[in-house]
């Protein structure tokens, strides 16, 4: 089976939060009904938020199984988690207050250790749950961003190369608009044996390297992402898309 891709452009950032909630709802109800549970990535960044604002209402808050959601998150910053720049700290405040999730089932990267350190215990954390024969769960969902570098997750053109034997967390560093540089991140493969992968985009400085990413320049690391069986969606507002629509 072969990755398969979609595009999907959006005229208003409504309808993009509501049309990426109703997909998520979609694949992790059916994952729950499949295998009685579901595990969903999730991603940091301004453009997921209104996405978790509109699953933290209804009708969502009461149609998804939220009990048998386990969340794991593609990347975090090296900050404690009531830090603002903390991933887990957005879900956290927006979403996990309004739903009935079960605190066990939230495995969060440990930021606030360092980054060695916050990498080999969420590899830990990881193989815990693996699944398939993998050294980690097997996610049904994953949220990711992309930068107006190509970067996704905490994956950086030139910080990062291609190695199957590359451990499924490991830590990093960038400098990337101002934000901190020490960070944890998941690896490509990981996210290539993950059923459902939805990038979110937006924004018109992302247009030029999202036309590059779709157009097939895996030298991007936004471009290695390709779940061997699953299923690809490019979420992108029209000024992202400015670059090829």
Same mark, same amino acid.
């Given at each position: 089976m072969t990755t398969q891709q979609k595009v999907m452009i959006h005229s208003s950032i409504g309808g993009f939060n509501r049309t990426v909630a109703a997909q998520f709802a979609e694949i992790v109800n059916?994952?729950?009904?499949?295998?009685?549970?579901?595990?969903?990535?999730?991603?940091?960044?301004?453009?997921?938020?209104g996405v978790y604002a509109v699953l933290a209402a209804e009708p969502y808050r009461s149609a998804i199984r939220w009990e048998s959601v386990h969340f794991?998150?593609?990347?975090?910053?090296?900050?404690?988690?009531?830090?603002?720049?903390?991933?887990?700290?957005?879900?956290? *405040?927006? $979403? /996990? #207050?309004?739903?009935? !999730?079960?605190?066990e089932n939230?495995?969060?990267?440990?930021?606030?250790?360092?980054?060695?350190?916050?990498?080999?215990?969420?590899?830990?954390?990881?193989?815990?749950?693996?699944?398939a024969g993998y050294g980690w769960p097997v996610l049904d969902i994953a949220l990711m961003g992309m930068g107006e570098d190509?970067?996704? *997750?905490? $994956? /950086? #053109?030139?910080?990062? !190369?291609?190695?199957?034997d590359v451990a499924p967390a490991i830590a990093v560093t960038a400098d990337y608009q101002g934000r901190p540089a020490a960070r944890v991140t998941l690896t490509p493969q990981v996210?290539?044996?993950?059923?459902?992968?939805?990038f979110l985009v937006a924004g018109e400085?992302?247009?030029?390297v999202l036309a590059k990413v779709l157009a097939g320049n895996s030298n991007l690391p936004a471009?290695?992402?390709h779940p061997a069986a699953g299923n690809l969606t490019w979420h992108v507002d029209r000024a992202a898309a400015g670059g090829f629509s």
């Open positions: 059916q994952a729950i009904e499949a295998q009685g549970f579901a595990n969903a990535a999730l991603s940091g960044g301004g453009t997921p938020q794991y998150w593609g990347d975090e910053r090296c900050v404690p988690p009531e830090d603002p720049e903390s991933n887990y700290g957005q879900a956290a *405040a927006i $979403l /996990f #207050p309004r739903i009935p !999730v079960r605190k939230i495995h969060r990267i440990h930021g606030e250790l360092g980054g060695e350190t916050a990498a080999a215990d969420y590899v830990r954390e990881l193989a815990r749950r693996r699944q190509g970067h996704t *997750a905490s $994956l /950086f #053109p030139g910080q990062f !190369v291609p190695d199957p996210f290539n044996t993950a059923r459902n992968v939805l400085k992302k247009a030029p471009g290695l992402i």
